[in-house]
């Protein structure tokens, strides 16, 4: 089975950009790295940005549990992005459960649009 996942490099990049919390509640640590645009089944062969950063965040069980069974609201708070979609992730802002409002770049970075309250 081939690897669809992204790089260690990228991994260990997007872990030191969400300081090992997860981006949705803030708790630590935060295990799982979640697609805001999924991989599809068996990986992607057409999308070359899908394992960049600004589509991955960090997240925990729970709020990935969330974002999977909620999917709706995930779409509407930017974590999920439909594939069909021509957004790309450096384009579709985030909300996180305080209100915060972020959007991710490809080189690991992120710019609050509002900082929201915990």
Not at 52 to 80: F, K, M
Not at 83 to 95: A, G, K, Y
């Amino acid at each position: 089975m081939r690897n669809t996942g992204p790089s260690p490099q990228i991994r260990d990049q997007v872990k030191e950009r969400d300081g090992n919390a997860c981006r949705r509640c803030r708790r630590a640590p935060a295990t799982q790295i979640h697609h805001r645009a999924p991989r599809a089944a068996g990986g992607s062969k057409n999308c070359d940005w899908i394992n960049n950063p600004a589509n991955l965040v960090l997240v925990d069980d729970q709020c990935h549990a969330y974002i999977e069974s909620h999917r709706a609201r995930a779409y509407e708070t930017g974590w999920l992005i439909r594939r069909t979609s021509d957004d790309l992730p450096e384009e579709v802002p985030l909300t996180d459960v305080y209100g915060a409002r972020f959007v991710l770049d490809d080189e690991g970075g992120i710019t609050y649009i509002t900082k929201g309250t915990p």
